[in-house]
């Protein structure tokens, strides 16, 4: 273990500069090793509000699950068996997995709690259409659902993609928009007309090409006057 040299504190051997006057770290006998676990948060601001976040969601987890449990033994209670219940039940859960299930993990994967957000939109889907009956779950609610759930994923894996510049993450968050609302018609119109018919669709998509166009275009012109700043050493 080393300590700083100018303010005395103590240093581990992640640590190669003193996190708290910053002075460089000097010690022979103990090299700088950046996989060693820092002995303080690099971020004690991030730190506190992750702590505060999911001190919140488990909070809140138990004020849901008072009403979800409650609704579900007065129906029991009452009928002797699970009926009406099960519509509040399955919509407390919902809420709970896609607004307080990803705060009680350090490092949420916003694609992956989406995914099983649309799957427990589908379960609930499924509690009301046998509750409900019809015919509506399987041609029109649940295709509705698996559209926006990879919608919605696919939006969020380019977004948060570390890889890709942000045109390129514009344009496909564009061109999922285009096929999502082409898409999405075509299941308006086989549900209530039984055939398929293009119209407002294609506006959008019209203009979701045009704008991507247009960004690929903006983007390129960015990439040429930065190269050419470098170029100038401007």
Not at 36 to 51: I, L, M, N, S
Not at 196 to 220: M, N, T
Request: overall charge positive; charged content about 15%.
């Amino acid at each position: 273990m080393s300590y700083c040299v100018n303010c005395g504190v103590e240093l581990g051997p992640a640590e190669k500069r003193c996190p708290l006057c910053g002075v460089e770290v000097i010690n022979p006998r103990q090299k700088f090793d950046p996989d060693a676990e820092a002995p303080y948060p690099k971020d004690v601001e991030r730190v506190r509000h992750r702590t505060v976040r999911i001190t919140a969601a488990r909070v809140l987890s138990i004020l849901l699950a008072i009403p979800a449990v409650s609704v579900l033994l007065v129906d029991l209670v009452q009928d002797g068996r699970l009926s009406w219940s099960l519509i509040p039940a399955a919509a407390i859960a919902l809420i709970f997995l896609i607004a307080v299930f990803p705060c009680l993990f350090k490092k949420p994967r916003v694609w992956l709690f989406m995914l099983f957000g649309t799957l427990e939109a589908a379960a609930f889907l499924f509690v009301l259409h046998c509750l409900l009956g019809g015919n509506w779950l399987w041609l029109f609610a649940l295709p509705l659902t698996a559209l926006t759930g990879a919608a919605v994923i696919g939006c969020c894996l380019i977004s948060t993609s570390k890889k890709a510049r942000l045109p390129l993450k514009m344009i496909v968050v564009l061109l999922i928009i285009m096929v999502y609302v082409i898409v999405l018609q075509m299941l308006i119109e086989l549900y209530l007309h039984g055939a398929i018919r293009l119209d407002w669709s294609l506006y959008v998509a019209v203009a979701c090409a045009l704008l991507s166009v247009v960004v690929l275009i903006v983007g390129h012109l960015y990439v040429k006057n930065e190269a050419f700043k470098k170029k100038m050493f401007y």
